[in-house]
């Protein structure tokens, strides 16, 4: 097929109305296989392939592993899953996360672009913080065309203007102009091919998102660095995408600047919250020790007292700690 015709969309916070209104703008003789990731909950009921259904003509698909793709179709990926594209069919894979998400949107760009190069559309729509950036980068180094959301335009504008910041984006559009440019990409030859510099790479992580590889081939992506896997406790490798810098373990978890940041944050409250309870606990059980002891070691007593008192100032000191970080 001559065109544009893997089209792979992500979108976040805001992505449901965003890609339902896309969607519906499509028509039912598109030429091309679209392929959308939108960040849910592992939970989730699974009704986005429904949801979308009712406002396309085009046939909305909930994809098995290994499943064909075809044109004319949508293929969601399911709660809990990446989806990856290889040569002619899907991947369903419940790989590490990316970002803090399963399914993510990086790697299914990333598996497009080493597929199929500058055959490629990314699309990246409404959302918090930066999911889709590396992805498009590596679209735009494949000789593909990234596209993303005008901020301005979308409910969240965090991944939009991510992109836009890090990553040479050929169009900027509102959502309303996304659906006739897809269109004409799909039916716009392609005329240029990648490099071929960058899809080894590419394809090397894609491999570590499907649990291929191991600490032997680390070396292939990027440096070890001085911060450990917030997941798995490992060592985290640095890896640059021009400007842009990422993190990946060894077994596969891999991490933006941001979704790093805000994983370390999540872990650092756990610990806190950890640290409070384990010394109100102490305090306790001084405490009822000590009055066991009451009328036959009263100095034992008073020392426990002293040093419950002292857990309790320690548990206090971690409560303010944490109300100042939150407000």
């Known amino acids: 097929m001559p065109g544009h015709h ?6 976040s916070a805001g992505g449901v109305d965003t890609l339902r209104r896309l969607v519906k703008l499509l028509p039912a003789d598109l030429p091309a296989s679209l392929f959308l990731v939108l960040h849910i909950s592992p939970q989730s009921p699974g009704i986005l392939p429904t949801i979308l259904q009712h406002a396309t003509a085009l046939k909305v698909v ?3 592993d290994k499943m064909p793709f075809e044109p004319g179709r ?3 990926a399911p709660a809990d899953h990446h989806m990856l594209i290889s040569k002619e069919h899907i991947r369903i894979i419940r790989g ?5 998400h399963r399914p993510a949107i990086d790697p299914l760009f990333r598996s497009a672009a080493w597929t199929y190069g500058p055959h490629v559309v990314g699309v990246v729509l409404s959302g918090t913080l930066d999911d889709g950036t590396a ?19 979308a409910l969240y504008p965090g991944m939009p203007m991510s992109a836009l910041q890090n990553v040479e984006i050929d169009h900027c559009l509102p959502l309303r102009e996304i659906a006739p440019l897809l269109v004409q990409l799909a039916h716009q030859p392609v005329e240029h091919q990648a490099s071929g510099e960058m899809p080894e790479r590419f394809k090397l992580e ?10 032997q081939d680390m070396g292939k992506l990027g440096e070890p660095s001085t911060f450990s896997c917030p997941s798995c406790k490992g060592t985290l490798w640095e890896l640059r995408d021009g400007d842009l810098v990422r993190y990946r373990c060894h077994t596969g978890h891999a991490y933006s600047a941001a979704s790093l940041l805000e994983e370390q944050s999540e872990q650092l409250e756990v610990a806190i919250f950890t640290a409070i309870r384990a010394l109100e606990e102490k305090a306790t059980a001084l405490r009822s020790l000590g009055a066991r002891m ?31 970080w939150k407000a």
């Open 6 to 11: 893997i089209i792979t969309i992500g979108a």
């Open 62 to 64: 909930a994809p098995r």
């Open 74 to 76: 949508i293929y969601v």
């Open 96 to 100: 590490p996360k990316e970002n803090r």
């Open 135 to 153: 992805g498009l980068w590596a679209v735009k180094s494949c000789g593909g065309v990234a596209v993303v959301q005008d901020p301005g335009d």
């Open 206 to 215: 894609t491999e570590f998102t499907m649990m291929e590889r191991d600490i």
């Open 294 to 324: 009451a009328d036959r070691l009263p100095r034992q007593e008073a020392e426990y007292k002293t040093k419950a008192h002292q857990l309790d100032n320690s548990a206090n000191v971690l409560r303010e700690m944490i109300a100042e």
